[in-house]
């Protein structure tokens, strides 16, 4: 499951290999079904939103006031992309980089709109693993694109906040709106360091006093799912930075703070990665000193155990000798005397192995 | 309690996912106590001290002179903070900072007031671990807000020294005083590291030749208490290196020095906690190679005996055999023979393993 | 088959040493193949492909409208290269470089011209190991030079957009079909990325479970290749990124979207590379961790077995003496009873190393 | 003695917990000898050494030519330092840092006075370690104050220099002096890296034909040693490198090459130390590994032995079983031909250890 | 050997201390040859050498055209230095770093000269180690003069183009010879990092099939010998990039392509030193766990002897007991039964550990 989701991100690329660059091919897991389009469109006081949209029925909004949101569920149809790309303006490259979910994350500044490209994560629970999502952005005038794989997205608190005209959402424009959908990707991140941390810990927890075989798997495991989160905030970090210092202005200057905010938050979501890195590697060195020291003493014990016979078996052997004169052999109560030599010497030796804490 | 402390300080953001932002969330371990909120107001000549404010008694000073500090003890209540925020005129995002346990140490600048988070650091004796708690300061003209997560603080001795009238603490304006209290949480810092400090040399004294099963679990405990300080100190020097450079005239130029200490301190800090790791990454090695030069030590002797009595065995196993025709089973003085040949072969082994310096 | 390549890349240096500074000298694995000049001269409407050109046809275009491409497969004649360097008046350095396959990628803006150089990526298959080959592009005022070691090359797709006048190409000038040519190189980069990723993945699927003696080899292998894919792209992105920030005009504003994904691909064939790195680096320490652990569970049965019986081998030793008095020797039911008491220790044993899971 | 020696740098910082920043305290070893100030003023052509100075004899020199050194022995008394300090001009908080043997080097330029903290280094042959000191620099024009924690300083060369009237000393001003000062300083530090150097070279030859027992412990000293030199040369190398760009001219034009010429050294310093390190790392494995394969060599030898006796043992168990039916009990050569077969075997097997080269 | 020049690069240093700073002393291996000084001097038409000039006949050359070359060979004359020192007008400081061959790589920029500290290396293949040996340019107007610490140098090939009239070196100025003799330096290094390369391939082919005692001590010296290298170039690529950047003009505009060539090379030597240092970590590890592979084959075939005996051994001791009433004893077929019983147990044991691939 884990391995799917990795190359889904990282591979394929090369299925574009010989196209013209800025020809539009959709990288990615192969999907059929439709791509499902729905808008809100709304200002102060209305809030108008339409769902499973057809292409017709886009358009890039020439409302002189208000805002609307479009967003995209799909983006392996080329059709529809090419489409709104037109519809749109947008050019080539971007349409490229909206349906190639190996992108990374980076914003990108055109003469008519701002590209954003970001990774939404969720940590899935079933499967131990972290699910990658490619989400794109585009901040117009007066609107905002949404585009991603497939439906169910972690905007939902952000409609619910629109439709309950809740905060200041309602009454700012396009720009606060791509700023609360990118907080709600970030604000997830939170959700899955933390959930893995939560795994992370209890692990770590049972490591040194059980540690288990396929642990280092699930460690290795744990690893690779820090790191793809790296691989998504990091980047994310860069482009929010680079929004912050931009001179363009598709971000009003009232929109500062919260921007600042986010990029704090992003270097939050970087610590606690960071953390959940360090904890690992830790825990990789606790299991592999946990596992040997286990082994350690197991040998040890065993041959301790072998140690103490050996010797006694020896004085065994030497009363097991056939020679003709040996007058112990002879002697009353030699038997018991060995037996009391033998169970002294064995009792001495473990003693002396307790004493110096062997045993 | 350790594991409690950590996860208090980068869990729990989780919490707030869905909101709108800039809306105050408390997040953080739950409290309940009420929130006390105490005053000092002073000018060079007067000093004025109230406990137990209620909340109608907290105002933004209007006095032309004079200094008055705020300090808040309990951040969890959000009515309290909402009202202290409209009458301090405190951004949104202030007051979610403010009440958000898990935001890391930083410098904000707004228009009207300078917004500092800083982390305050206790090594408690009882559990071994360092505690952390919130802390952040408001400066504006005139005042200082100092806000905590609980009574029992580091500004006792800042206190101390307004009420004594000692240094230039009374003739100075609320930017010193705001300094003062930054002065304090560092200087704590320095605490911590040394009890640390003194805990891990006294561990690592012992460490070599006395290692014990529960040191690497200790290891791993100092090793995160350490980075726990570190998280804290490195964003406050990033955060003091932006009060220096800054335009923002909330620090008056006869401040630079004193600044310029303060930033002095917490490279220092962070020297001593670069070195604490490093001598914990060493303690770890030389754990781990004197675990494993005493399991050696121990496998050795036991081979060595074990390698000493099989060949006598073998020598007793000889004569022990039941062949018509030894003719040194009939000998008169075989059994003594036998006897000075195996103990000629154990000394002779003994003598050469000694030699050879592996017994 | 892949050391001959590591030293290809890396050696031979020095074959010219002491030569004057600027001295065109063929570094490189010695060929013996003529020369083959090929050319293809298009603008919007016309394109003319000429195939194995003599030395005497090759000409500076003076065309003032439409772009050439000239491409040259083999660079060890010095003669032909010195024909072409003056023709298109190319610096003595330049030459020298075009030459010097141990030259690393880079970009250099002279006068007249842009000279950059790459290195072309190919997985082979069978030697299971990259091959590099040394590219470097020239590109004048409508003109473009490609240099290769050999035929066989991973601009036939551009080829193929020319002839069939597809994408942007033929309507645009030589800055867009150097761009094109380059483009071609770092999308072949993902390729071999990716098909070591695919070796990789499969191996570290196996690892744990079945390691191989030829593992350990491998990886080593896989890392140098790792290696050879970064040293090439590393200095391509610097390369890429001094183009794009420089003043020089040899590549066109409209070209600027063009570049910046460019340099996009490269950090991403980086982000790959260093993933796959850290892979091979996880992949080391699990081979040698279930290398080790295999090692140390045959070692633990083994002994267990031999503690089993060493006590048992003594009880036998016991009743194999031979003094006179031994009553248990005389007894009826003395042997059943000792193979029952031996069987019992031995059984007891047994579940006793199982119930510690030793066994 | 070592430990002795870190305490006192890096802690007892705490004890000032509390008091008014800028308020001076003493910080290090406690020390009881009184405090010791001596003056040396000279011009090009006179020079007045005076020892034992009382504090009412120490002014500030308004001479407008020639230079002053006032030389300090002894920084715990805060009465003497109180009354230089205000005779000097010294900023409290300058004082405080002289005072504070925890301070790490730095410049910091005052309107009046430049601030130079440097430690002292000695490698002490008698406790094999570095003995740090205190020193710190008070450049004024026409006058320098140096401060020590004891007697007994580098200095000394620089006083003979002066008496001798020798070099460029006496014709230069308060600049050069301090600069001459630092310089001795620095040149110190080489004697300690070299010293440092011969012992871990003297070490390392011997390592690996015959660690001993004490050897990790001595590594880890050396490690520590060669860090604290690090910790010193690290921030005066910033110091310096501050110096050579600082707009405040304390330090003349003419004083640039030699201000270069010290930030050079401090490099080279580094560089030493760097070296120092990565031997000592290198030493750490080399250590390690060769301990390891000692143990190996005498485990193999015992195991092979072992191995070798066992299957003998076997065959004289055999024969000494008690079967009525034993056809070879009763051959005439049975014995014999048992040694013989059991030599075979021995010999067999040795042979064999032998050409796999277990042996 | 090898320690020999280690010494003499980073020791001696101390030999210095207590001397006025700019107080020229040798520092290095101690010389009594006499010092060899010639000098080319050239313009496009002539060339007149001259070899073993005495003090006497250098003088700073007068000429308005061409170029003169003054080679000094031996540094440890303090008398010749100082006289060259005063007729070419050199800093103080300047003639020190000639002599201190322990001074790292660096150019500084004099009024009136250009002054150039370079390492040459040979890979010397008696010792097989590195020789490093001191080497310094001054470029002024008109001459270059060139400092060595032996005869016997890489500038030969040099003289032979100057001779020959080849290439740009006789009609252009003296940066351009200055540049000839860096490039014939950095040249070199090719060659040294090549032969380092050599030896490392021929040793990792054999390290894992065939590791020897003596293989850890190589690699160690072999680490040894790239840092040496690479604390050569590092320097050295600093300084070329810094005479790139300089404004001051000891190298003509015309130099530019050159100058930014052997910066590139410097790039290159420090690609291929990093190189070698990885293989050689690599070679570490390999070497560490081929020993430890090989030492865990012995012990486990080792232990497979002993525990298929153990069990053998005990059998033939069941039937040694003494016991009166053990009716096996008098079986008629007892003996073959337990020869059978005994081959069938050893030959399945021997059958499960195959199977189990522990032999």
Redesign the interface.
Known sequence: MN?RKR?KW?????S????????PVFIGESRSEAVRIGSISYDRGDLVEKGALSLDDVHRPYRSEGVTWINVDGIHDLKVMDALGKRFGL?P?TI?DLMNT???P?A?V?PDYLFLVMKMMNYNDETNSVDVEHVSLILGEGYVLSFQEKEGDVFE?VR??LRAS????RGNGSDYLA??LM??VV??Y??SV?RI??VI?DMD?RL?SDPRSDD??RI?EL?RDV?TLR?AVWPLREAVGKLQKSDASFFGNDLD??L???Y?HT??VI??VE?SR?LLT?M???Y??S???R??E???V??????I??????I????????????????????PV?WIV?IAVGAGMVAYFRR?R?L
Chains 1, 2, 3, 4, 5 share one sequence.
């Open positions: 391995k190359k990282s591979a394929r690329q090369s574009k290999r010989g196209t013209v660059p800025g020809t050019h490259l490229e190996s992108q990374r980076k990108e055109f608190p619910e906040r809740r905060g200041r959402l700023y609360a907080d709600a604000d997830h939170f959700l933390e941390g939560d810990e927890d040194l280092l798997q290795h690893k790191m691989k703070a919260f600042r905010d986010l704090d270097i939050q610590d606690m953390s360090e830790g990789h060195d606790t592999l000193s596992v040997s020291n082994m350690n197991v040998m040890k065993l041959t301790v155990i072998a140690t016979f050996i010797p006694l078996t020896f065994a052997g030497v009363y097991g000798m056939n020679f003709k004169y040996m007058p112990e052999l002879d002697w009353r109560f030699s038997y060995v033998m110096k062997w």
